[in-house]
């Protein structure tokens, strides 16, 4: 796929910013930058508006959202979110598509909700779930650290006799369970490499809880618990600057129908709702969510999943406060989370979602052995053999395995653009669902001397409905399409809302008599009518307009 720059290795914040800079400068008809938020280490949250001002303002045509890196470590979403703005620009005015889309549409994209957090884990060995602020700090436990000073934070194995894990006899590099009949040998604890910061009262080992603990993905209000209920989610809703800039964003750009955000790993697509069984929302909701996702399975292979019935491991105390629930279930967006790269099915070992809770633990750690074989014969730079290190609580300990982030967390380099470009052809795609209003026919009928019948018949030529989702409806923040005619109207109303124009999706098909039949169409189209005085020679304008759909307009001379 053409693009402007290379999708080979991960950028850092001052070259996404001075690429996204580039496009701004380099296609100011079709993109602008800006800033809507400025994190604690004086880094923009940077938001590029990318359509056609030409054709009209961007907050005037039916838009689609693309975000990346809520959370830190997920550097793929980001990197797919800088590549599909990349291909729209680089390709517009050459490729049909393109170009169509970026006439009629706009498309929002912020690559980085955490450019601190994400430079932190690009620039360091340590991971971190969202950005690199303590968070309810808890003391004691073996603390991460790069000890060999490799750059990597890695797996260390520490030689016990209470220890649950053994070396397996047919390849010393691997680890099995302890069985329960093992009584003698040499067995081990692991944990990741680190220090050991002691705790009082407590003489076993423990992982140290993370001190950047907070949850971008878990502060947004909708479905929000504190802390005792859902680590990480922050001292109240948007207590995050960040995730209040993005809820003001999402707020303040109306025209937004559809969102991606994206995140790794899996290889799947999720949608909501993610609190409650899907059964209890609309089920056109579902069947729009669903026929989307099929889409971004046909590109990239990834399985769509309802977060709640078969993503979420407790369906009690299920994960809460997220942007996809917040978007879908308090804003109507159609709303998706993309988990980026599928390491576990490429190496043969899948997850069975559905199962995931119940799963046997031997199939995980089959699955971990495969992917260690798989990063030494493909990404062997990732991968560095178990090695002794004198540590100077434990004694001799060893170190080894795979760079977890670029293998199991994010893909290594040199598969990036793969991963980008087969989810770029998605994003058109998905983006190409919005609705579209159109003004289908306007006439004029002489009636008498003077006074003239016109007719027009609105519609909605897209697959979503205007008000994109049953939930908005259910909510009361669907906005009706507005029409208005520029005459003097006697009969009819000079400005009418008509409600809402369903897509195609909302059309009814099956089959009678063993045919392929359209049982019903949806409500897709609106007739309007007016009886007007003006002169003959009169121009006549008719406006449809709706916040998610676009304006039209159309004219008839009399």
């Given amino acids: 796929m053409k693009t402007t720059f290379k999708y080979d290795h991960y950028w850092l914040y001052d070259e996404v910013k001075t690429n996204l800079e580039y496009f701004t400068e ?41 975000d990346g890196l809520h959370h830190a470590g997920e550097v793929t979403g980001s990197m797919a979110a800088l590549h599909a703005a990349d291909y729209l620009l680089s390709n517009y005015g050459t490729d049909f598509t393109v170009t169509k889309l970026l006439d009629t549409e706009t498309v929002y994209v912020i690559p980085r909700v955490s450019p601190d957090g994400c430079e932190t884990y690009l620039t360091t060995p340590y991971t971190l779930r969202s950005v690199n602020r303590v968070h309810n700090p808890k003391a004691g436990g073996i603390k991460e650290e790069d000890l060999d000073g490799d750059g990597v934070i890695r797996m260390m194995r520490i030689p016990t006799v209470y220890g649950a894990w053994k070396k397996d ?49 878990r502060n947004y209000p909708y479905g929000w618990f504190p802390e005792n209920r859902q680590a990480g989610a922050g001292k109240y809703p948007l207590s995050n600057p960040e995730t209040k800039a993005m809820a003001d ?60 019935d078969s993503f979420i491991q407790d369906q009690a105390n299920y994960d809460s406060g997220a942007f996809d629930d917040w978007c879908y279930q308090s804003q109507g967006l159609i709303a998706y989370t993309i988990e980026f790269w599928d390491l576990a099915k490429r190496i043969g070992v899948p997850y069975d ?30 991968y560095v053999d178990w090695q002794e290190f004198d540590h100077p609580v434990f004694g001799k300990v060893e170190l080894g395995g795979f760079n977890y982030k670029f293998t ?70 669907a906005k009706s399409v507005k029409v208005t005619i520029d005459a003097d109207v006697v009969s009819g109303k000079k400005e009418d809302e008509i409600g809402n124009l369903d897509g195609y999706s909302r059309t009814r098909t099956g089959s009678a008599y063993g045919n392929l039949s359209t049982m019903a169409n949806g409500k897709q189209r609106k007739k309007l009518e007016w009886i007007i005085k003006a002169d003959a020679g009169t121009e006549v304008t008719v406006c449809a307009s709706q916040e998610k759909a ?9």
């Fill in 550 to 558: 676009g304006c039209v307009t159309a004219t008839v001379i009399l």
């Fill in 26 to 66: 380099t296609y100011p008809d079709l993109c602008s930058l800006e800033s809507i938020c400025v994190t604690e280490e004086g880094r923009d949250v940077l938001a590029l508006t990318i359509t056609n001002k030409k054709t009209g303002d961007p907050s005037t045509k039916p838009a689609f959202h693309i």
């Fill in 249 to 308: 964003w999402i707020i303040s750009h109306p025209n937004i129908c559809a969102v991606s955000t994206n995140h790794t790993s899996g290889g799947i697509i999720l949608y909501p709702p993610g609190t409650r069984k899907p059964e209890t929302v609309s089920k056109d909701d579902i069947k729009s969510f669903v026929q989307i996702a099929k889409m971004c399975q046909e590109e990239t292979g990834y399985e769509p999943l309802n977060i709640y």
């Fill in 353 to 382: 979602w559905n199962v995931r809770r119940a799963e046997d633990p031997s199939v995980g750690i089959k699955r971990f052995n495969a992917a260690m074989d798989w990063v030494k014969e493909n990404a062997p730079e990732y």
């Fill in 408 to 477: 199991q967390q994010n893909p290594p380099q040199k598969f990036l653009t793969e991963v980008c470009e087969n989810m770029t052809k998605f994003m058109i795609r998905f983006a190409k669902a919005v609705p579209h209003l159109i003004i289908d026919t306007l006439t004029a009928e002489k009636v008498s001397d003077g006074v003239y019948k016109v007719t027009a018949v609105v519609g909605n030529t897209g697959y979503l409905p205007t008000n994109i989702t049953d939930e908005a409806v259910k909510m009361g923040i």
């Fill in 169 to 217: 006899e047919a390849d010393p590099t691997r680890m099995i369970f302890r069985d329960p009949g093992d009584t003698d040998g040499e067995f081990f604890d692991i944990y990741p490499e680190g220090v050991f910061e002691p705790y009082d009262g407590d003489e076993n080992l423990k992982r140290k809880k993370p001190d950047w603990a907070l949850d971008f993905n």
